[in-house]
């Protein structure tokens, strides 16, 4: 399981891991939304039109349906070992760019699966660092960049603490 320094986990969540693992043994990584305890009512309002008007419909119609792609956030996931060492663990060399690609992987020997019920509560500290529309848009970028070129988009990497 990968979770962030500063992800709050509900009480219940390892329990909800383990029963979307045992529902499906094809199910290889799960991953879930994070809101962010510290960015009050619009990071709240905005990250939940993000996850309902992107994140979701993407997770439905390219993973799911298509067949094409995945979606991962570090912050909040759950890998099988057997698969994580399979595909050789998380891309070091990259930070942008970095789930879409560990998703790329382990999506070719499993199923990923984003589920909305497995929401974690985060630190919005690189959003409100580099902006919440700048961050979105980042990450945005990055899937596209990462499905379509098979690599990261580039740009220097920011380190918030």
Do not use: Q
């Amino acid at each position: 399981m990968f979770v962030d320094a500063d992800t709050i986990l509900p009480p219940e969540h390892l329990e909800k891991l383990a029963r979307e693992f045992a529902k499906d043994p094809k199910i290889v990584a799960l991953s879930g939304p994070c809101f962010y305890w510290d960015g009050g009512k619009l990071y709240e309002a905005v990250l939940f039109f993000t996850y309902l008007v992107l994140a979701m419909p993407a997770e439905i119609i390219i993973n799911r349906c298509l067949n094409m792609g995945a979606s991962i956030v570090t912050g909040n996931s759950a890998v099988k070992k057997e698969a994580f060492n399979r595909v050789g663990g998380f891309n070091e060399n990259i930070f942008y760019g970095l789930e879409p690609e560990f998703a790329i992987r382990v999506r070719k020997i499993g199923k990923v699966r984003f589920k909305r019920r497995l929401v974690a509560k985060s630190s919005a500290r690189r959003f409100k660092k580099e902006g919440l529309f700048l961050i979105l848009g980042r990450y945005v970028m990055d899937n596209v960049w990462m499905h379509f070129f098979k690599k990261s988009f580039p740009r220097d990497y920011i380190d918030v603490r």
